[in-house]
């Protein structure tokens, strides 16, 4: 464990932020017991920013926006999230038509 997050949670930052950014998430992923790795991954970049917006303004109760994490490269939003939050962010991401959902649990 690397300041209270598990190993996967440091592997995810690093893949997916960089440098002074990557040092910011770290610190802030572990505000709430987070058990829940969401993967979405979209066929075209337009889904991907939608689906993205719509989650940056979704009013989800409990939902942590600062753990949205995307990869523009690979068309692919991360969501690191409670098991209380999932369904409510899997309908948003289905909305858009994503190729992909998988969920993994984080904990070790």
């Known amino acids: 464990m690397i300041c209270g997050l598990t190993m996967q949670e440091c592997l995810l930052a ?3 932020m960089g440098g002074m ?38 009013t989800i109760a409990g939902f942590p ?16 999230m409670p098991e209380t939050t999932r369904a409510e962010v899997e309908r948003v991401l289905n909305e858009h038509s994503p190729l992909n959902v998988t969920v993994e649990d984080t904990d070790d």
């Open 14 to 16: 690093f893949t997916v």
């Open 65 to 80: 926006r600062e753990k949205v994490l995307v990869n523009k490269e690979k068309k692919e939003i991360k969501v690191i």
């Open 21 to 58: 950014l990557c040092s910011y998430l770290l610190k802030t992923m572990k505000g709430n017991i987070m058990n829940k790795l969401l993967i979405a991954t979209f066929a075209s970049e337009d889904n991907l920013k939608s689906a993205q917006h719509e989650l940056l303004t979704a």
